[in-house]
């Protein structure tokens, strides 16, 4: 028996998987757990001090580095070695696999962020799909009233929000080792302009990226920043007239990166078997498949050449993205530092403190989880 524990409940892709992994081979048993993304921490954790864990596991990545520096995972780095498909992932999403130069895992699928728009309401405004800050400011303006906000993104506490702001982060030429600095203050000024101005709802401190896209697909909101894997549920229910851009620049481009892994638990005692399952998964026709059934990019640049998101104008958005997309592999304490930018987002819209204040606290803190 196999255990297999996942966070996202991609149902019919890892069904699918674990029928056809059983089919060609009738000696192996997997029994899949689902849980949820924000139970699956606590649940890994408490499961090794209780020596309960599964086999193979689904981690959202910028997760990754903080369970195999806990001693989690299995470290893979021979296997992989000897597996020989290292060279065909891209840099974002294998680097978020390795911590101090070894291997805990392989990534599944990947995802990043654009910006969605109703093109029917910029074109009655005369708009084209805004390229830089600037045009998105102006476009947010105008496309304010008649109960529609002009813009929307995700600012709630949680991984959601840090996800949403890091990229506009990235654009003003900042970083997390730099991140009280002016680039960060500029992006955290775009937030409070949008809210300050009412273009943007003071409510997406407690909006999931789920809830923003309901808001986009009811015509409750002109354009929000929002991820691959809404397309398919924009495609099969959204009631608006809807298209996709990559996310405005401001000093540069940029957007971030999203996605899965697989691991193994170091207390696996099936680790060949549970390789074997991996390897099976990452099957190139196999993988495609799956990520083409979950809404995913692929994190292998071969099968990003697929015609299947090359010939499809709104997944050509973020499949060229991945070229640049980064990951959020900031080492062990990344959890710690994501916090602290999500209290200072909610700072920032709320106006319980200024960006300038908001960052500097913020900074303090980061500085301190990174021994600066």
């Given amino acids: 028996m196999v255990g297999f524990h996942d966070e996202r409940g991609d149902a019919r892709g890892a069904a699918k998987l674990i029928d056809d992994y059983e089919a060609a081979h009738p000696n192996v048993k997997i029994e899949r757990t689902y849980i949820s993304f924000a139970d699956i921490k606590n649940k890994l954790l408490l499961g090794s001090v ?6 193979i596991v689904w981690l959202d990545n910028p997760d990754h580095q903080a369970f195999a520096a806990a001693g989690i995972l299995a470290d893979l780095t021979e296997e992989i070695k000897e597996w020989g498909q290292a060279d065909q992932y891209f840099d974002g999403p294998w680097s978020s696999t390795m911590y101090e130069g ?37 476009a947010a303006k105008q496309l304010t009233g008649d109960g529609v906000y002009g813009f929307a993104m995700t600012a709630v506490k949680t991984e959601e929000g840090t996800f949403q702001f890091l990229p506009l982060m990235y654009q003003s030429g900042s970083d997390i080792d730099n991140f009280n600095s002016e680039g960060t203050i500029e992006a955290a ?43 398919p549920l924009l495609r099969k229910e959204g009631k608006v007239n809807w298209g996709v851009v990559e996310l405005p620049k401001n000093k540069q481009g940029g957007t971030i990166l999203g996605g899965e892994n697989w691991a193994i638990t170091a207390a696996s005692k099936h680790k060949d078997i549970a390789f074997d399952i991996i390897k099976f998964a990452n099957e190139p026709e196999r993988l495609k498949a799956f990520d083409q059934t979950a809404g995913r990019l692929p994190a292998r640049a071969d099968l990003l050449q697929d015609p299947f998101w090359q010939e499809d104008p709104d997944l050509k958005v973020f499949a060229d993205a991945m070229k640049v997309a980064k990951a959020r592999a900031y080492g062990p304490n990344y959890p710690k530092i994501s ?34």
């Fill in 102 to 138: 070894r291997n805990y895992g392989v990534p599944i699928g990947s995802n990043n962020l654009a910006l969605y728009y109703n093109k029917d309401m910029l074109e009655a405004k005369g708009l084209k799909p805004p390229t830089t800050w600037e045009e998105l400011k102006e």
């Fill in 50 to 55: 209780g020596n309960q864990m599964p086999d």
């Fill in 339 to 372: 916090e602290a930018i999500q209290i200072m987002i909610q700072e920032v819209i709320t106006g319980a403190k200024s960006p300038e204040d908001a960052v500097k606290e913020a900074g303090a803190k980061i500085d301190a989880i990174l021994g600066k």
């Fill in 189 to 231: 000024n775009l937030l409070k302009y949008m809210a300050d101005n009412g273009y943007m709802s003071k409510e997406v401190i407690n909006q999931k990226q789920s809830d923003t896209v309901v808001q986009f697909s009811t015509g409750k909101v002109a354009m929000m920043i929002n991820g691959t894997w809404q397309i």
